[in-house]
């Protein structure tokens, strides 16, 4: 494998460490290794008094990172035992955390799409840039999964009830709404990014921001506040569903048909993670948790089916397991989060504080 063919690449300049995602041709989805290396870099660059800044990037055009290896879920799901997803996971998770407390500035290019799993490796980040072309989503209920790199986290924190709709509906947004989201902090521009990649190589990030991040584009979510508002608080997936049929606006009809087309167990198990998360609070614990349902997903039908039908087979049509929300018992909802025993991810130590080794 030459450089240029490895799947992630590491290289400095000036002051600026960087880490490019390279499977373009995957929309540069992660796989084990990738994280491994990305880990151990950061090591190195925390202790290298040369290094001041880490930016992380992906290659093409398309996007930084569109998640996790999903065929290699499935694969390992329908044919194996679990064990390769759970340890993938449990290295990713790790990095996620490792991100948000990194001690230089880490800096992410949300450009293009940026999902799953490459939300978790930039939005945890110190300094998260998007542009017009961001596409920035967690759609796991569309594929039988539950939001996790500490999406619930991300989501739990975000004004109102948006996080809930984004949650389960797995709706895509631009570069307005995921910096009204919480998501993102500064907007340029696509053209700038490589002049703010020249320029973060001799300036401090701050310096650097200031050339080029510009006025956001205006986004679509703050003028749907108040179905989301009003709709999302219900007690149930399904009052939800019901409110957002009742409610009048075309907007909140169609989130709800959204809705009837995701896996009902991973939207019920979804709107529990997301109101634990809020009361978890430390990332790291929350990270915990979702390591729980992930783990527990692996012995469930709609993992599977949910990727054959989206990514597999592509012919968009799952067969969920039970097929309506009312088949899915609150039992069924908590066997998601049961302790692993010694098999917990552990972030989070005792009273949920941080507990992350590298």
């Known amino acids: 494998m030459t450089g240029t063919e490895a799947p992630v690449l590491f290289h400095t300049a000036g002051r600026t460490a960087r880490i490019t995602l390279n499977r373009p041709k995957a929309l540069n989805a992660l796989n084990h290794e990738m994280v491994r290396r990305i880990?151990?870099?950061?090591?190195?660059?925390?202790?290298?008094?040369?290094?001041?800044?880490?930016?992380?990037?992906?290659?093409?055009?398309?996007?930084?990172?569109?998640g996790?290896?999903?065929?290699?879920?499935?694969?390992?799901?329908?044919?194996?035992?679990?064990?390769?997803?759970?340890?993938?996971?449990?290295?990713?998770?790790?990095?996620?955390?490792?991100?948000?407390?990194?001690?230089?500035?880490?800096?992410?290019?949300?450009?293009?799409?940026?999902?799953?799993?490459?939300?978790?490796?930039?939005?945890?980040?110190?300094?998260?840039?998007?542009?017009?072309?961001?596409?920035?989503?967690?759609?796991?209920?569309?594929?039988?999964?539950?939001?996790?790199?500490?999406?619930?986290?991300?989501?739990?924190?975000?004004?109102?009830?948006?996080?809930?709709?984004?949650?389960?509906?797995g709706a895509h947004i631009g570069a307005g709404d995921a910096l009204l989201c919480g998501l993102a902090d500064h907007y340029m521009?696509?053209?700038?990014?490589?002049?703010?990649?020249?320029?973060?190589?001799?300036?401090?990030?701050r310096d650097a921001l200031?050339?080029?991040?510009?006025?956001?584009?205006?986004?679509?979510?703050?003028?749907?506040?108040?179905?989301?508002?009003?709709?999302?608080?219900?007690?149930?997936?399904?009052?939800?569903v019901t409110r957002l049929l009742d409610h009048g606006d075309p907007a909140a009809k169609e989130a709800a048909e959204t809705l009837l087309t995701r896996s009902p167990t991973s939207l019920?198990?979804?709107?529990?993670?997301?109101?634990?998360?809020?009361?978890l609070g430390s990332l790291e614990a929350v990270l915990d948790q979702e390591y729980r349902v992930s783990c527990a997903t692996l012995s469930t039908p709609d993992l599977v089916e949910g990727i054959r039908a989206q990514v597999v087979d592509k012919d968009r049509r799952p067969r969920w397991s039970p097929e309506t929300l009312a088949e899915v018992t609150d039992a069924d909802v908590e066997r998601f989060?049961?302790?692993?025993?010694?098999?917990?991810?552990?972030?989070?130590g005792p009273g949920g504080t941080p507990e992350v080794a590298w």
């Open 268 to 279: 019920k198990v979804t709107l529990a993670a997301l109101r634990r998360a809020r009361r």
């Open 210 to 240: 200031a050339r080029h991040v510009q006025p956001p584009p205006d986004g679509d979510l703050d003028r749907r506040r108040e179905w989301i508002d009003a709709c999302y608080p219900a007690g149930t997936v399904e009052d939800i």
């Open 337 to 348: 989060f049961a302790p692993l025993g010694d098999r917990e991810l552990g972030l989070a």
């Open 39 to 66: 880990g151990e870099q950061l090591t190195a660059w925390e202790h290298d008094p040369a290094v001041e800044t880490v930016v992380i990037t992906g290659a093409g055009e398309r996007g930084l990172c569109a």
């Open 68 to 169: 996790g290896d999903i065929r290699a879920v499935h694969d390992d799901a329908r044919d194996g035992d679990g064990s390769a997803s759970a340890a993938f996971w449990r290295d990713e998770y790790h990095l996620n955390a490792r991100v948000a407390r990194y001690p230089k500035p880490y800096v992410a290019l949300m450009d293009g799409i940026v999902m799953g799993g490459g939300v978790g490796v930039s939005a945890h980040g110190a300094v998260r840039v998007v542009t017009e072309r961001s596409r920035i989503a967690m759609p796991e209920t569309g594929i039988g999964f539950v939001p996790d790199v500490g999406g619930t986290h991300l989501l739990g924190l975000a004004p109102g009830e948006l996080g809930t709709h984004l949650a389960l509906t």
């Open 189 to 205: 521009p696509a053209a700038s990014l490589d002049a703010f990649l020249a320029d973060l190589a001799g300036l401090p990030v």
